[in-house]
């Protein structure tokens, strides 16, 4: 990382540890918004938010590691999940599943080359009777089938 | 009909009716509860487990520890209370109404039985090859409660790899119950924020920042959390099996030195209560096991003081008379590695005030490999010095870069307490029952200030006692040489001793109050660098810290279990010894001061004890890349 986006990430941890405060409580709410904005939590913004904070990086480190919603690894855009438990996979989610692996060209877990989606299963979204269904950055998209799913993939950017 | 009967309601969400206590003073006051049918008064707030321990009721436990915060994740002390629909962890319930509590009913021994159940369908291994066999919380907990089956299966494969990249502490996570006390050890304790659990339901574990390994990570190395651990999965770098290589090969001389903790604990593992020494018997197991020589820590730790003692009065001058603003004071002991490394990633900024004096271990090393090849006409290449230590941290310091002032790897080995009484036992000796006997020459019997060096607090009392001496030409004045506010186990201890009457070479530090501070484990290190920093210890001249809670006797090398009353005996078995050696001040040691006519020509901090002697320090600090 240059020591410029290194300086500019340190100001903008410490603008959000003044804004939430610097409580253990607030670790949460600054977490999330260096994913949103960072679409991770690099090992540098770790250590600064547990400095600014005075709590020690892996307890910083404890608490990504919990959530799936937080990152250290780099993700893309926009992020797509789909849902893996059983009642939208007894409705067809073998089948979406396939059609949008091969729409993007890119396995569960990973990212499209041009940074523009990752794709991720997720547990329960509790959709089970608008089943299969897909979590698409905070919205969500039920009674899926591979043409409609793949439609949807093409029309974020 | 009552209202209850009235409303249909599921048993789980039914209001808990609790009587009210008869006495509203009850809160503050104390409470009566029925434990198994007996009545017993206990404070307000006290929790079942503390309530059931003192009326000899035994309840089992495995995440609690006497040491740390209550955590109640293993639930292996759940109770039954009467009204409450689920089991109740004992350790994490206070007492504050006339409960009624049930420490033995099917449901409670049942679940008892299926926790552990539960913990062994994860836990890898057998106990047979494991080097906590017959020391094994999760073990015994198991022999307890009849469970002699896995019920629950048991897994095959090891699923972690072991870190071993430490060169004091090795993490065998297969082994690992999750029960935190490490977590809580390294965060709450000790306050250094090494490890912690990570990740979520069944791929928990404990690990380091970014899961890296632990010797990239900024672990001091001060095992505490292999003190707390109730199974196998922390454990010290035990160098035995290279020891035994170099005893069994006739070209190799070697030979060990013994630092004054173990021997006040090293019983513990031969099934002798806490707080009885062993000094005599732990020699004569030492040469039957094939030692060539058994040198006493305590000769360099009186070295240490001659050292340090020097440096401080010499930068003491230095800002006294020479009113040079560029001296550091207080000066910070350097015979903690743990503390070393401590101050080395938190505080790389204030190494200057650290005194430059290497570790006890560190300068009997380079002597042994100088001084005593030389007397005994020894090629010090052939010459293996081993050390003995209550301490993890002992074993990265021995390995450190710049530790070969001799020409040669000043110390070669590390070995903690425990590693010893193993190889004691593998030797077929019971320390116990060994006849009595010496230090070998040219060191001898070292003096009692260097064996107090084992409590914390005692680097100081040792250094007073010469450096008053020194200065003043009188001895310390307290009763029988008891440096009562160097003692206890209170945290910071702050104190401070007037120099009068000087001799004439001190005259410039008449009038002269020393102050001190003594602190022990880095959680206190840590308060006392934040009041270095607010500017608070100006008027301070020398601070004592060691890293691990006690002093050396609590250190991460010695007997498991460990709790304040255990550290308390071995502190008093250190003193009784103390006050009957015939020796009691470091710069009356004959020894020493044949060390320094004949070898250290140049005197305390001349031009060869530095180059042996003194070391330097790095900047490592806790950014991790």
Known sequence: MLVVEKNNLSYEIERMVKEYGSDRQSLLQILQAIQKKYKHISDFAQQEIAR????????????????????T????RNIVRLCKTIACDMAGKDAVETAVKRELGISFGETTNDQRISLEYTNCLGMCDEGPAMLINEKVYTHLDPEMAVNILNEIK | MSKSENIRIPVSQQALIVEKPIDITAIGGTV????????????FGTTILDACKENQIHIPTLCHHPDLCIAGVCRICVVEVEGLRTLQTSCSFPVTSPIKIHTSTEKVRKARRHIIDLLLSEHYGECYSCFRNENCELQSLAKEYGVDGYSFGHILEPKYKVDKSSAAVIRDMNKCILCKRCVRTCIDLQEV???EAIKRGHDTHVGTFLDKPLADVICINCGQCINRCPTAALRANDPSDEIWNAIDDPKKHVVIQTAPSPRAAIGEEFGIEPGHSFTGELNTALRRIGFDKVFDTNFTADLTIMEEGTELIRRLKKV??????????????????????????????????????????????????????????????DIITVALMPCAAKKF????????????????????????????????????????SNFDEPFGNASGAGLIFGA??????????????????????FENLRIEPCRGF????????????????????????????????????KKVMEMLQRGELRDVHFVEIMACPGGCLGGGGQPIPTSEEIRRKRAQAIYEEEEGLPVRKSHENVHIKYIYENFLTDGPCGELSHKLLHTHYTKRGKYIS
């Not at chain 1, 600014?52 to 990152?71: A, C, D, Q, R, T």
């Not at chain 1, 690894?73 to 893309?76: A, I, T, V």
Request: proline share 6%.
């Open chain 1, 73 to 76: 690894e780099p993700k893309g």
């Open chain 2, 490 to 525: 209170e945290g910071i201890k702050q104190a401070y001793i007037k120099l009068d009457n000087c001799v004439e070479s001190y005259n410039f530090l008449e009038g002269v109050e020393l102050k001190f501070i003594v602190a022990h484990g880095t959680a206190n290190a």
């Open chain 2, 320 to 381: 006294v008379v020479e009113k040079d603003s560029s001296v550091k004071l207080p000066q910070f002991t350097s015979c903690s590695p743990g503390w070393i490394k401590f101050i080395e990633h938190f505080y790389p900024e204030y190494l200057d005030y650290l005194s430059s004096a290497k570790s006890p271990q560190q300068m009997f090393g380079a002597v042994i490999k100088t001084f005593y090849a030389k007397e005994s006409k020894i090629d010090p290449a």
């Open chain 2, 32 to 43: 009566t509860i029925q434990i198994n049918e007996k009545k017993v008064s206990v404070p």
């Open chain 2, 193 to 195: 924020g090494v490890l």
């Open chain 2, 397 to 436: 310091e021995c390995n450190r870069p710049e530790m070969n002032a001799s020409g040669f790897k000043d110390v070669d080995y590390g070995l903690t307490t425990r590693e010893m009484a193993k190889m004691i036992r593998e030797a077929g000796i019971h320390l116990p029952e060994m006849p009595k």
């Open chain 2, 456 to 477: 914390t607090g005692g680097v100081m009392e040792a250094a007073l006692r010469t450096v008053y001496e020194l200065v003043t030409g009188r001895e310390v004045p």
């Open chain 1, 52 to 71: 600014l904070m005075n709590i020690h990086p892996v307890e910083v480190y404890s608490v990504i590691s919990f959530y799936s919603f937080l990152s």
